[in-house]
């Protein structure tokens, strides 16, 4: 059984509570969709759906980094900052078109925040 979208926060509640520079991080494609993981627990995922894959295109962008392929993993290092939009991003109801804005905006943040 899978770690819930409730469960996954609060452990990323835990790391994002004290700011660092490089959180390590990594972002699986599975057949089930695309998961965060920092040392080996899920920090957020994206579902197997058609918002759910432009999701983690985007969180993956926050990132830094491209989605990898399905069954495959990638590897990155952010700071916290980046880390909570990139969490955030995958919360977002992509479908609505008000959370257009809050995402561009938080894309953009991430960017700048990655230097």
Request: aromatic content about 6%; proline content about 3%.
């Amino acid at each position: 059984m899978g770690v819930s979208r409730t469960k996954a926060w609060e452990y990323a509640e835990g790391i994002l509570d004290i700011p660092k520079r490089r959180v390590p991080v990594t972002l699986r494609h599975g057949k089930s969709g695309m998961v965060v993981l920092h040392q080996g627990r899920v920090m957020t995922r994206c579902y197997n759906s058609r918002v759910g894959r432009v999701a983690a295109r985007y969180v993956a962008e926050a990132l830094g980094v491209e989605l990898p392929r399905m069954g495959e993993s990638v590897e990155a290092a952010v700071s916290t900052g980046v880390l909570f939009r990139a969490i955030s991003i995958s919360s977002l109801d992509l479908r609505k078109a008000a959370t257009h804005p809050i995402l561009a905006r938080m894309l953009e943040e991430a960017q700048f925040q990655r230097g």
